[in-house]
């Protein structure tokens, strides 16, 4: 299994890096299977997920759906033909046995349960708002020998007051707060725990905008919100860059001149940029091919959602269609592997404040948000970009949501499958199904169950469908209703 794998490597590159002066210590008895501590396991989780988080579920899926990007080779999501996305589902079901594991190693303490919490927390959100309702408080229960746990309803997953997902990030942060232990094998955070509960608390922004539909007491909110202890700048992020040697490169670096040619700009990015006048047009695209050997660069996007037939009927020339820069493509170590920016956790302040959710400075937050993003990018910030008229908070409550959510959706290029779920839950921006979609002309907002599942798992798996009414890409997930 890939996670197996990646778990191997990590131990051979902390060994290597290691200091040599304990060279013999660690050798000493080369025929005995050296014991395994918590820290190889930590590391191996975080470099698997993020990775895959950034440039399958991010590049590869979610800019599809977020227009972003706008496909001419491989086009099945960008042509809503989702599928069941079975491969992610694996791999965080094997991540989440990996941190249950970690329980049983020597060197195990409160430091390393807190911090593995906070990713289960996390792994299990990208579950349910990928799936909807899915195993959850039977899931990973291998001891008990239950290998067919019920599928949990959305709302219970993130609201139980026991065990749901801000509960469980509320009770790590006390645990952070109150343990002298410390990990080791953090590459995300560099082992700094007070990261760590920034992390877990900005998580808990985020899914408390998330399921703000369903609620009216935003006191919690309030409380995070003037508590500082959130992500604070971009030192924060949930980041780890990527490298220039191998194996630890930026996957597009490597991958086939297919899968790159494919990602072109889409209109919908195009248009947006374009209206702002944003300086960042060039921080993800390059000038067309054609424009620039022309001796005029100019940016140009695809449509979403067209097949290669009506490609070719209208006679649009591949060439002279804007790629991704040259940081995504040339540069083995441009960007970085994401789950969370300093930016997000602003924009997620500056909506709820302008939704009057929690007090505060709507256009503080906001442009702190866009500051950071600008900065995290190296871009720089035009003086006059704050009094643009497509940019300034000076309009009515659904004028200004749709300014900071657009602005939010741009700053989650890339980040697994976050601008998706924030376009389900607000309709901000409003994007059009492409002329050749698969899926009559709706917007999907959710994958398929794993076929694995009607197999293993038939009981619990029909009993959910029924709930959601059907096992299809349009059953919508609790918080969206």
């Given at each position: 299994?890939k996670?197996?794998?990646?778990?191997?490597?990590?131990?051979?590159?902390?060994?290597?890096?290691?200091?040599?002066?304990?060279?013999?210590?660690?050798?000493?008895?080369?025929?005995?299977?050296?014991?395994?501590?918590?820290?190889?396991?930590?590391?191996?989780?975080?470099?698997?997920?993020?990775?895959?988080?950034?440039?399958?579920?991010?590049?590869?899926f979610?800019?599809?759906?977020?227009?972003?990007?706008?496909?001419?080779?491989?086009?099945?999501?960008?042509?809503y033909?989702?599928g069941?996305?079975?491969?992610?589902?694996?791999?965080?079901?094997?991540?989440?046995?990996?941190?249950e594991?970690?329980?049983?190693?020597?060197?195990y303490?409160?430091?390393?349960?807190?911090?593995?919490?906070?990713?289960?927390?996390?792994?299990?959100?990208?579950?349910?708002?990928?799936?909807?309702?899915?195993?959850?408080?039977?899931?990973?229960?291998?001891?008990?020998?239950?290998?067919?746990?019920?599928y949990?309803?959305?709302?219970?997953?993130?609201?139980?007051?026991?065990?749901?997902?801000?509960?469980?990030?509320?009770?790590?942060?006390?645990?952070?707060?109150?343990?002298?232990?410390?990990?080791?094998?953090?590459?995300?955070?560099?082992?700094?725990?007070?990261?760590?509960?920034?992390?877990?608390?900005?998580?808990?922004?985020?899914?408390?905008?998330?399921?703000?539909?369903?609620?009216?007491?935003?006191?919690?909110?309030?409380?995070?919100?003037?508590?500082?202890?959130?992500?604070?700048?971009?030192?924060?992020?949930?980041?780890?860059?990527?490298l220039?040697?191998?194996?630890?490169?930026?996957?597009?670096?490597?991958?086939?001149t297919?899968?790159?040619?494919?990602?072109k700009?889409?209109?919908?990015?195009?248009?947006?940029?374009?209206?702002?006048?944003?300086?960042?047009?060039?921080?993800?695209?390059?000038?067309?091919?054609?424009?620039?050997?022309?001796?005029?660069?100019?940016?140009?996007?695809?449509?979403?959602?067209?097949?290669?037939?009506?490609?070719?009927?209208?006679?649009?020339?591949?060439?002279?269609?804007?790629?991704?820069?040259d940081?995504?493509?040339?540069?083995?170590?441009?960007?970085?592997?994401?789950?969370?920016?300093?930016?997000?956790?602003?924009?997620?302040?500056?909506?709820?404040v302008?939704?009057?959710?929690?007090?505060?400075?709507?256009?503080?937050?906001?442009?702190?948000?866009?500051?950071?993003?600008?900065?995290?990018?190296?871009?720089?910030?035009?003086?006059?970009?704050?009094?643009?008229?497509?940019?300034?908070?000076?309009?009515?409550?659904?004028e200004?949501?749709?300014?900071?959510?657009?602005?939010?959706?741009?700053?989650?290029?890339?980040?697994?499958?976050?601008?998706?779920?924030?376009?389900?839950?607000t309709?901000?921006?409003?994007?059009?199904?492409?002329?050749?979609?698969?899926?009559?002309?709706?917007?999907?907002?959710?994958y398929?169950?794993?076929?694995?599942?009607?197999?293993?798992?038939?009981?619990n798996?029909?009993?959910?469908?029924?709930?959601?009414?059907?096992?299809?890409?349009n059953?919508?997930?609790?918080?969206?209703?």
């Amino acid at each position: 299994m890939k996670h197996i794998q990646a778990f191997l490597l990590s131990v051979i590159l902390l060994f290597t890096l290691s200091c040599t002066e304990n060279f013999e210590d660690i050798n000493d008895n080369p025929n005995a299977p050296q014991e395994v501590s918590p820290e190889f396991l930590l590391t191996n989780v975080i470099l698997e997920q993020i990775d895959e988080h950034t440039f399958i579920q991010g590049l590869r899926f979610n800019n599809y759906l977020a227009q972003f990007n706008a496909d001419v080779e491989f086009e099945r999501i960008d042509r809503y033909e989702l599928g069941s996305n079975s491969g992610y589902w694996n791999m965080i079901f094997g991540l989440l046995a990996d941190l249950e594991s970690m329980k049983e190693l020597p060197g195990y303490n409160d430091a390393y349960d807190a911090v593995a919490e906070i990713y289960k927390v996390y792994l299990y959100s990208q579950l349910t708002d990928l799936w909807g309702d899915v195993p959850y408080s039977e899931a990973i229960q291998f001891n008990e020998l239950n290998f067919t746990p019920v599928y949990d309803r959305q709302e219970e997953i993130y609201t139980n007051p026991e065990n749901g997902l801000l509960a469980r990030l509320e009770a790590a942060v006390i645990q952070l707060e109150n343990t002298n232990e410390s990990i080791r094998g953090d590459i995300m955070f560099n082992n700094d725990l007070t990261k760590w509960a920034r992390f877990a608390n900005s998580l808990q922004v985020r899914f408390r905008i998330r399921i703000s539909g369903k609620f009216t007491d935003f006191s919690k909110l309030q409380q995070l919100a003037d508590g500082g202890q959130l992500l604070q700048s971009n030192a924060d992020n949930a980041v780890l860059p990527y490298l220039s040697a191998a194996p630890n490169q930026f996957p597009l670096f490597n991958a086939a001149t297919g899968i790159y040619q494919g990602l072109k700009m889409s209109e919908t990015f195009e248009n947006q940029l374009k209206q702002w006048n944003d300086p960042r047009l060039d921080v993800f695209f390059k000038p067309t091919p054609k424009s620039v050997l022309e001796g005029n660069p100019e940016f140009r996007g695809l449509q979403n959602g067209l097949s290669s037939q009506t490609i070719s009927e209208r006679g649009i020339d591949l060439n002279d269609l804007s790629l991704l820069s040259d940081r995504f493509r040339a540069v083995p170590d441009g960007v970085d592997a994401q789950i969370m920016l300093y930016s997000e956790v602003q924009f997620a302040l500056a909506e709820a404040v302008e939704r009057g959710f929690i007090s505060g400075d709507a256009n503080e937050y906001y442009q702190n948000g866009i500051a950071a993003h600008f900065e995290y990018y190296g871009a720089s910030l035009p003086g006059d970009y704050f009094a643009r008229e497509a940019i300034a908070l000076n309009g009515s409550t659904q004028e200004n949501l749709e300014k900071i959510l657009t602005q939010k959706w741009l700053s989650l290029f890339m980040i697994g499958h976050e601008a998706w779920f924030n376009i389900r839950r607000t309709g901000i921006p409003d994007l059009e199904p492409g002329p050749d979609n698969f899926n009559e002309d709706r917007y999907p907002v959710r994958y398929l169950y794993p076929e694995s599942e009607q197999a293993v798992n038939k009981e619990n798996y029909d009993a959910a469908v029924e709930r959601i009414v059907g096992d299809n890409i349009n059953a919508k997930n609790w918080w969206e209703n």
